[in-house]
């Protein structure tokens, strides 16, 4: 065998490591866009504590703020996971992926435990009148969740995880700021880590 | 020097047995479909491939059904592993020999 055929095949060997175990095909603009809705719904929170009698507010009047925020949460995580989805598939279709396969169950599953137990805790938190620990729980549970999945997709995934826990961290020790920090967290941070990835693996 | 080719492995001089140790060295399990979409093989050259590495008892084989549908996973044995190492060294030996 000659040399070069050597490298080459001890080359692909490594990709093959590589691409095998991590899910890669999450993509980068869905990141920008999924930043783009927590900022308006962080928005949305400002304007609803800041301004109380708001179209909004009247139009929603008999709900309490908390009930209007965990609407709003909710519907800002449904069309994130959506987007992510969607755009995913896309992406896996171009690079030839299935969308369902063993490292995006593997993906999923890591992600899923700290996600539910975090959802879990800031319903319990929210019934019980702790508002002012939900943002950096959300944000602290989902920086674990990005932790514990990373190593089944891009290495950046682990950085953005381990910023959003310090965010967290510092939410729940300054809770008057925690709409702003969560903000920065889900909005202002996906869109940097979303641009990160795009520029890197995509164009 | 005399080139020592003891760890040299003539089940890995088939790439796409090859290509399997890879992928089950860095992944605890792989199921067919899985392996059929990363290496880009076709079936019957997989099969024929995960069979030989499964007589050599470099892989072992767990059938089971998800929704009535066979879900065949592979896994390494540690004597797969070891050998799939040894392969490795014996390369890079090779490479090491043609520099000097």
């Known amino acids: 065998m000659e040399q070069k055929d050597l490298f080459k095949e001890l080359g692909e060997i490594r990709l093959l490591m590589e691409k095998s175990s991590k899910f890669v095909s999450i993509s980068g603009l869905s990141g920008v866009l999924i930043g783009c809705y927590a900022l308006l719904g962080t928005l949305f929170g400002y304007y609803t504590i800041a301004i109380p009698d708001t179209a909004i507010n009247r139009f929603a009047s008999g709900l309490a703020i908390p009930t209007l925020f965990l609407i709003v949460a909710i519907l800002i995580l449904t069309l994130s996971l959506l987007t992510g989805w969607l755009m995913a598939r896309k992406k896996a279709k171009k690079n030839k992926q299935s969308i369902w396969n063993i490292t995006s169950k593997s993906l999923l599953f890591a992600v899923s435990i700290p996600l539910i137990t975090g959802g879990v805790l800031a319903l319990v938190l929210l019934s019980q009148g702790y508002y002012h620990l939900i943002a950096g729980i959300l944000l602290i549970f989902y920086g674990l969740a990005l932790a514990a999945g990373s190593i089944y997709t891009f290495t950046e995934v682990k950085w953005l995880g381990i910023l959003e826990i310090c965010l967290g961290l510092m939410a729940v020790c300054l809770p008057d700021h925690g709409l702003m920090l969560w903000g920065l967290g889900f909005g202002v941070l996906h869109i940097i880590y979303g641009f990160i990835v795009y520029k890197k693996y995509e164009s | ?100």
């Open chain 2, 1 to 100: 020097m005399k080139l020592d080719l003891s760890l040299y492995d003539k089940i890995f001089e088939n790439r796409v047995r090859l290509q399997i140790m890879s992928v089950l060295a860095v992944n605890e399990e792989y199921d067919f479909n899985s392996f059929k979409e990363v290496l880009e093989v076709t079936d019957g050259n997989l099969a024929s491939n995960l069979k030989t590495l499964e007589k050599e008892e470099y892989i072992v084989v767990e059938k089971s059904f998800v929704d009535r549908k066979s879900n065949t996973k592979y896994k390494r044995t540690t004597k797969g592993l070891k050998a799939f190492e040894n392969h490795l060294i014996a390369l890079e030996n090779l490479i090491k020999q043609q520099y000097k």
